[in-house]
């Protein structure tokens, strides 16, 4: 709380410090002593916070232990002469956290003249030697309201000034006028326009699986901006006066100083457990955190996790609240004289452009309009959201949905109206998550609001990327995303009841957490809702299909070999029909999209596109053999290679050293690529090296012709590993002349997009690697921990050798926690057993890989051969984390996207 002008500075306290304020005729203390002294009593006030769990009483007590320490700096450092100090920001507010600097402002009369600037100078170095980090701003009256104009975090930073020290007269004023200058309306205005920016910055969610405490969306931050604007407003300056009002219930007043303490406390571990100001809940902290709070692990969930989903409790909380108020206050500082209200039906009205309740106890008298609420909202665009009294009343009314409200068949078909609306279907479905009205209407969705995931590729708690799902369904409806999904756009607008993709996207992970399968214990889920709302039975095996199959086909994409026409014909037979082919493809596309950033790539779009058009031909009656396809794309290649200008004989001179594996696990597009830059150099001496940019700078395919050797596939993947580029398809082969044609899908570390410049790069560096060997041996990746995330959630490595389905190849599946220098650990492990590579579908998934080998070698012949060689592979797996790896002798149980 800001002090007045000419109240006693200090709260009493019979400390070393104040005795050495009180005790004039004493020595000034030397900076040791003051340091000594500060140290020591910041120590016996963090020992006492274990014992009491204040946090108000440790922030308030840090504060007043550096208002003592600062004041008795300056009588060693003494202020200009007129000036005064006055701590600002948190600081200002009474609140230093553990880790928190001191924003302090030392204004002055006038502009410093030198030896002002000198005595300045020597109190910050002063501050910084005692081991007080100081945000010092050196301001004349004019120059604050000149700053304060121009930025409204300036401004309100000043607005929580506080006097330490100095000249009271010229404090006062400086008071009066931020005062004076402070707009209410304005600053309301510029608040809300700053709230919004930073929730964006934070992807507009409390639910990131590390927030930040302090600045993301439910944070402390927003709690913050309520009470500066119910400041502004004259509404007061505690939670407790704003409660006064009738801006906020008792009720809610009570949560939202619960939530506010937990988030105090939550801040105070984090900067106790980092040893410095950390406001974010990162992994490696969160095992700790737990620990401190007292939660231990349960089976299927980790203490972490039951931390965070209280974390995110308070965070809803705050949400809520923060909503309510930001339109109370809006309603207090924007009034209209004549707020008459145009009745919609006999529940609800428009009153200042938002949907109202006729009468208060609505909800109450009438349970069913807590989903026809939403209805509503939607089918009237021309509404500004809910009012305040509308949100309120729904938030103290949502225990009014119980079993018989959900068994009620009124209620059931007010909820697939909503799914079926053309419009706010997201924004309905996030509202009623954040008012509890969804986790209580479905409450299988109830058990995983909030439940984390480390799978090491997921960005958001398992609620969340389900509605992240569902966005990127509705996406794909609208005309303006047409350009960025084009196919997408096309299947959903030809599917029969696309609104069930909704639905299935609510129950795809909403098993998460239970142990098992999660995709069959999500389909027995939807199929008891779609049973209990009374849906057709061929949307049941839809929805059934849906969920059960949801990771199938980008496991196939991914991870088998789609120029092989089997696996084509196993997985249409698997999907049955066209309208389930599009349907899951749809699914896919948006489940991938909403797992992460990072996680979606143009190359893994192409490999689901591929699929999905290959699968399409295998439904219409398409069964071509082996033969035919050959020939068809043979035909197509040496068309393509005809408008080149080359000659059949040339052509045909390369080609006959490629065998007919080459032919099906290349595309036309890739055979006359090859033969273009091949044909005139296929037999040497020297090594050949190209690169071509895929689509819009999606991705780059690398063509490497050379003598063969065991060890060049881990030459390759060093220069890779060394120039940060992520292999994401791999085709090896090896001519009769025994010559490696290998070809590679890389993509440019995150954020660059300059594919050209790298591809004439890649071109002229790998060359060189590959004719001089010395070098790239040397140039080999450093051992690499892997990133923070994988370190606190390790993932155990494993490995699964399988027979390929035609027998004399291997099928090597790896699961582990990506890393630099990861392919070419394997790649050692290849060349020491004497093992060729014949394909590789690499597949990144943000911090983990799950990538298959095809293989060939002698080394593989014979069972003790093959155990020697998994456990290499598994030490080569086991070096990225700490995690003993595990040996399977079947495919391993995966959660993909």
């Known amino acids: 709380m800001a002090m007045r002008p000419g109240e006693n500075p200090s709260n009493g306290g019979s400390g070393p410090v104040d005795a050495i304020q009180k005790d004039s005729s004493r020595p000034q203390p030397s900076l040791t002593e003051l340091r000594t002294l500060m140290q020591a009593r910041r120590a016996e006030a963090i020992q006492a916070w274990r014992s009491h769990l204040r946090p108000d009483t440790l922030l308030s007590t840090l504060r007043r232990i550096a208002d003592e320490t600062l004041r008795s700096l300056l009588k060693i450092h003494p202020l200009p002469a007129g000036a005064c100090a006055a701590a600002v920001g948190g600081y200002g507010r009474g609140e230093l956290y553990p880790g928190s600097d001191l924003d302090i402002l030392i204004l002055l009369e006038c502009a410093p003249d030198a030896a002002a600037r000198e005595r300045i100078e020597a109190l910050v170095a002063a501050l910084w030697d ?47 006028q931020m005062q004076r200058d402070l707009d209410p309306r304005d600053f309301y205005l510029a608040k809300r326009t700053e709230m919004q920016q930073r929730h964006a910055r934070h992807q507009d969610t409390p639910y990131a699986l590390e927030p930040n405490c302090k600045e993301a969306p439910g944070g402390l931050r927003d709690l913050q901006v309520l009470l500066w604007l119910a400041r502004a407003a004259g509404l007061g300056t505690t939670w407790r006066a704003v409660a006064r009002t009738d801006l906020l219930t008792s009720a809610e007043f009570r949560a939202l100083r619960r939530a506010e303490q937990a ?36 089976p299927h969930r980790r203490a972490g996790e039951l931390l965070m989903q209280r974390y995110y409790w308070a965070a809803r909380v705050v949400c809520q609240v923060n909503r309510l108020l930001m339109l109370a206050l809006e309603e207090h500082l924007f009034p209209r004289p004549q707020d008459k209200a145009a009745a919609l039906d006999d529940d609800f009205c428009v009153r200042r452009g938002r949907l109202a309740l006729v009468r208060e106890d609505a909800f109450e008298r009438k349970p069913s309009l807590l989903l026809k609420v939403f209805l509503v909202t939607q089918q009237h665009p021309e509404l500004q959201g809910m009012a305040a009294g509308t949100l309120r009343a729904m938030w103290h009314a949502r225990l009014r949905i119980d079993r018989a409200f959900r068994d009620d068949p009124v209620n059931r078909q007010l909820f697939l109206q909503i799914l079926r609306q053309p419009r706010g279907i997201v924004h309905a479905l996030r509202d009623m998550t954040m008012w509890n009205i969804l986790p209580r209407y479905l409450p299988p969705f109830r058990r995983i609001v909030g439940q984390m995931q480390h799978d090491l590729f997921h960005a958001y708690t398992v ?113 049955g029909s066209r309208r389930r082919l599009a349907a899951l493809y749809l699914l896919t596309v948006a489940d991938i999209r909403g797992t992460s950033p990072k996680v979606w790539n143009s190359w893994k779009g192409k490999l689901l596109e591929d699929l999905y058009h290959r699968t399409l031909a295998a439904l219409g009656g398409e069964q071509p053999d082996t033969r035919t396809i050959l020939a068809l794309r043979k035909d197509a290649a040496a068309a393509e290679i005809r408008r080149m200008g080359l000659r059949d004989e ?191 579908k690499i597949m990144t998934l943000g911090d983990r890989v799950e990538d298959v080998f095809v293989l060939d070698g002698s080394g593989l012949e014979h069972p003790r051969g093959q155990i020697q060689f998994e456990r290499q592979v598994l030490e080569a797996l086991g070096t990225a984390c700490d995690t003993p790896p595990l040996l399977s002798s079947t495919t391993p149980t995966t959660a993909l996207p």
């Not at 105070?268 to 692990?297: C, K, M, N």
């Not at 069959?520 to 839809?542: D, K, M, N, T």
């Not at 291997?810 to 394909?839: C, E, N």
């Open 130 to 176: 005692i081991g007080l980090e100081p945000g010092l701003s050196v301001r004349t009256l004019e120059q604050c309201r000149h700053e304060a104009t121009a930025d409204i975090t300036v401004q309100t930073s000043l607005l929580e000034a506080r006097w330490l020290a100095g000249g009271r007269t010229l404090f006062r004023r400086f008071r009066e």
């Open 263 to 298: 988030f105090k406390r939550l801040r105070i571990e984090l900067h106790l457990l980092a040893g410095r100001r950390e406001d974010r809940v990162l992994f490696d902290l969160q095992p700790r955190l737990a620990r401190v709070y007292g939660f231990v692990d349960q």
């Open 463 to 575: 609620d969340q990327h389900i509605l992240m799902v569902v966005r990127n369904l509705r996406r794909f409806t609208m005309p303006e995303h047409a350009q960025e999904y084009p196919l997408a756009s096309q299947l959903i607008a030809d599917l029969d009841d696309h609104w069930l993709l909704y639905i299935a996207a609510l129950f795809h992970d909403i098993a998460k957490g239970r142990g098992g399968d999660h995709s069959q214990l999500g389909a027995a889920e939807v199929r008891r809702f779609a049973r209990h709302h009374a849906l057709p039975r061929e949307s049941v095996e839809l929805l059934d299909f849906l969920v059960r199959e949801h990771l199938t086909l980008s496991q196939v994409a991914q991870k088998r070999d789609l120029s092989d026409p089997r696996v084509i014909h196993e997985f249409a037979a698997r999907v």
């Open 650 to 840: 040339s052509r045909d001179a390369f080609w006959s050293q490629l065998d007919v594996a080459y032919f099906l696990r290349h595309d036309a597009n890739e055979i006359a690529w090859h033969t273009r830059h091949l044909y005139h150099c296929f037999q040497g001496p020297d090594p050949v090296v190209r690169a071509r940019v895929l689509g819009q700078s999606e991705a780059l395919q690398v063509l490497a012709y050379a003598p063969d050797r065991p060890d060049l596939f881990m030459d390759i993947c060093t220069y890779f590993d060394r120039h940060g580029l992520s292999i994401q398809d791999a085709r090896i082969h090896t001519t009769r002349q025994g010559w490696a044609l290998d070809s590679f899908i890389v993509l440019l570390p995150e954020h660059d997009r300059d594919y050209r410049s790298h591809a004439s790069l890649i071109e002229h560096e790998l060359r060189a690697s590959l004719t001089d060997r010395p070098a790239a041996r040397r140039d080999a990746p450093a051992p690499h921990p892997g990133s923070r995330r994988s370190r606190a959630f390790p993932i155990m490595p494993s490995v699964t050798l399988q027979p390929d389905e035609l027998g004399g190849n291997w099928r090597l599946s790896v699961t582990a926690a990506d890393r630099v220098g990861l392919l070419h650990d394997l790649a050692r492990v290849f060349a020491r057993h004497d093992v060729s590579l014949k394909m590789a």
